[in-house]
T-cell receptor
Framework: DAGVTQSPTHLIKTRGQQVTLRCSPK?????VSWYQQALGQGPQFIFQ???????QRGNFPDRFSGHQFPNYSSELNVNALLLGDSALYLC???????????FGQGTRLTVV | QKEVEQNSGPLSVPEGAIASLNCTYS??????FFWYRQYSGKSPELIMS????GDKEDGRFTAQLNKASQYVSLLIRDSQPSDSATYLC??????????FGKGTRLSVIA
């Protein structure tokens, strides 16, 4: 049973560029949440997708957007990258009625 | 602002000892409580979940919850060097996302 998978694992982008990160949830999971984790900090909630709609959103600007596809996979898009967007981006999947969330391996984004 | 507080550490314990990790949270409506382990450069791994007051044991791990005091703890018995990692406390309300603390770094000394 494949767990949560994310791609790519590492990415280097230039300030001002746009990036798309991808996530496939664990089998049987229908809810995908995205988190940003800066060095030495806990993960910060960006948003959550369920039934192809954004269900909840954290305190992140509109430059951060997402999408969920009919097969429950999800994308995180970040426009106009800033140096401060450099972080580990984590995708977590869960079942809609269950609180336990499982993380993918993350995407390390470096903005230069 | 929902907050989860943890001592950042490092918490150093000798091999074979009990490691005690603590967490407090601000939202009284919180219903689900989790401990994640995160090795350096890796993603968080769920190791314990607890939903009601009291203790929950799983192998060498025991999670303790006291909702009246808004306090969650994790005990690791017979600590091993492989337990050295950052431990993240996470809290969730009925219709709110997971909120994480900054984590406590544990170092088990052989």
């Amino acid at each position: 049973d494949a767990g949560v998978t994310q791609s790519p694992t590492h990415l280097i982008k230039t300030r001002g560029q746009q990036v798309t990160l991808r996530c496939s949830p664990k089998s049987g999971h229908d809810t995908v949440s995205w988190y940003q984790q800066a060095l030495g900090q806990g993960p910060q909630f960006i948003f959550q997708y369920y039934e192809e709609e954004e269900r909840q959103r954290g305190n992140f600007p509109d430059r951060f957007s997402g999408h969920q596809f009919p097969n429950y996979s999800s994308e995180l898009n970040v426009n106009a990258l800033l140096l401060g967007d450099s972080a580990l981006y984590l995708c977590a999947s869960s079942q809609s009625r269950v609180s336990e969330a499982f993380f993918g391996q993350g995407t390390r984004l470096t903005v230069v | 602002q929902k907050e989860v507080e943890q001592n950042s550490g490092p918490l150093s314990v000798p091999e074979g000892a009990i490691a005690s990790l603590n967490c407090t949270y601000s939202d009284r409506g919180s219903q689900s409580f989790f401990w994640y382990r995160q090795y350096s450069g890796k993603s968080p791994e769920l190791i314990m979940s607890i939903y009601s007051n009291g203790d929950k044991e799983d192998g060498r791990f025991t999670a303790q919850l006291n909702k009246a005091s808004q306090y969650v703890s994790l005990l690791i018995r017979d600590s091993q060097p492989s337990d050295s990692a950052t431990y993240l406390c996470a809290v969730k309300g009925r219709n709110t996302p997971l909120v994480f603390g900054k984590g406590t770094r544990l170092s088990v000394i052989a």
